[in-house]
């Protein structure tokens, strides 16, 4: 009775971890996504896209995945069959999931950036004084030739909010503006 009760707490623990991750992902992505929507619209001198939020759909799909496998252990504590059956559909859907990181990373990178673009931004690439060596963060601006003001790259040396904002007012008062 006790390796049984053992059983179910276990998995039970799996199917409200995995719950909640799948939850927070949900919730972290749907806050990225208005973020960098508002980011884009807001028509700043220059803007920060952080596109980490990008592999959050493939982690929901994964946790999923791991909820449905601990769902099943559940009941293959009381029918095999259903076990079986329903292991399948919990391997397709973590494969699934894991596959959906890749390519949701790369498609949504590309939805932002291509977006930034129809707003009339431009990237600041790696080469000039405005850039960040963070993988998933890039500076876009308005004018082409503020990714290589000295007094711009002083103020975002590290890209919070506060100095974004700083940075916006530098832009907007700066008297060749």
Known sequence: MAALAKKIVMA?????????????????????VETQRQS????DAIIVIRTM????????IGAIGVLLFALALLTFLYKEAVYKKMLIYCNWTC??????IFVG???I????HDA??????????VTDRVSTTKMHTSYWVT???????PKLAQLLSYPSGERLKMANNYLMNRPDY
Do not use: Q
């Not at 930034?116 to 600041?124: I, P, S």
């Open 109 to 112: 990178n590309y939805y932002w």
């Open 116 to 125: 930034a673009r129809n707003h009339g931004y431009v990237k600041c690439g």
């Open 53 to 60: 939020h990008s592999y959050l759909p493939g982690v929901f």
């Open 12 to 32: 039970s623990s799996m199917a409200a971890v995995s719950a909640a991750i799948a939850i927070a992902a949900l919730y972290f992505f749907a806050d990225g």
């Open 95 to 100: 494969a699934i999931g894991i596959a959906s």
């Open 105 to 107: 990373g790369m498609g």
């Open 143 to 149: 004018n082409r030739k503020d990714c290589n003001d």
């Open 40 to 43: 884009i619209l807001s028509g």
